[in-house]
């Protein structure tokens, strides 16, 4: 639908006393709203039972970078308190929408704003630890701004993520980097970026190869060249793909990384499958990964 309309459909909210005005009381459960799984899982499991949370893109059978928002998205925008976008270029038409929806209670959170990234970055944050430790403490003190009657249930629940739901998967990051630092793999796209350096794994991949195919655009010959040379040459010990944007030159060079005896590990934009938590989806693919490395170096 035409961004047009949704815009007109968050208005319409705002006229109906849909958004919850200034003046007004406050509702219970608190409504929040992530524009990806990714950071919606965590919203959710720091909200808890006091927050109502919402996740608009969360398909992981789709590409988000293709997403078109919903006027049921526009409607859980427009009433939302808590907003978490993830910024960088990814999510720009929840900006809009909100902007069609205005309350000056409403809380928005930009994770690119957090992360310091600016346009041109790399928009996958929640692949960067670092964000995702970010994107928690912000939601917490977002929470207790919006509820203070219920500070001490959100900061016990922020503190049981850090200190347990997280733990497996802040251990195996630091696992994968103790055990594989300075290892050289391969990938689709920019979506591995962030996680392969917090990890020390050098990824060799042409940088203008990665972004062309996360923007969407046709990537050049010579760096499609580059790529096929190290996958024959076995210069990467794992080549890795963003299932959710295989192109053909992608699905290509899985083809013969797999020939050519490389592991290839499949990596998700959003959580998968669809009702995993956030911990559980990395943790899944960040075994898989460190499986693929023991299988490539024999460490």
């Known amino acids: 639908m035409a961004l047009r309309t949704l815009l007109a459909v968050a208005a319409a909210m705002v006229a109906a006393g849909c958004a919850v005005s200034p003046s007004g009381g406050d509702v219970r459960p608190l409504t929040a709203v992530a524009t990806t799984s990714a950071w919606g899982s965590l919203l959710g499991q720091l909200g808890g039972d006091r927050v109502r949370t919402f996740s608009l893109i969360s398909n992981p059978n789709t590409d988000p970078h293709d997403y078109e928002p919903t006027p049921a998205d526009a409607r859980a925008l427009a009433v939302a308190r808590l907003v978490v976008e993830n910024g960088v ?4 038409w929840a900006q809009r929408v909100l902007a069609a929806s205005p309350d000056s209670r409403r809380i928005v959170l930009d994770v690119g704003d957090l992360a310091h990234v600016g346009d041109g970055g790399n928009p996958h944050l929640w692949y960067s630890p670092d964000d995702v430790r970010r ?23 922020r503190n049981t993520l850090v200190a347990h739901g997280l733990a497996s998967y802040q251990a195996l990051i630091k696992d994968i980097r103790e055990r594989y630092a300075g290892v050289s793999i391969g990938a689709s796209e920019s979506v591995v970026a962030p996680l392969a350096q917090a990890m020390d794994l050098d990824v060799v991949t042409p940088s203008s190869f990665l972004r062309a195919i996360s923007e969407g655009i046709e990537p050049s010959s010579a760096d499609k060249t580059t790529v096929d040379e190290q996958i024959d040459s076995r210069r990467i010990a794992v080549y890795v793909y963003n299932r959710q944007n295989s192109t053909p030159d992608i699905t290509a060079q899985v083809t013969r990384a797999r020939e050519a005896g490389i592991p290839v590990v499949a990596m998700t934009e959003t959580l998968t499958p669809a009702g995993a938590s956030f911990q559980d989806w990395q943790v899944a693919q960040l075994q898989s990964l460190a499986n693929a490395l023991h299988r490539a170096t024999g460490r």
């Open 89 to 92: 270029g990814y999510d720009g």
């Open 135 to 157: 994107l928690v403490e912000a939601v917490a003190v977002a929470l207790e701004k919006l509820d203070p009657a219920d500070a001490s249930y959100f900061a016990e629940r």
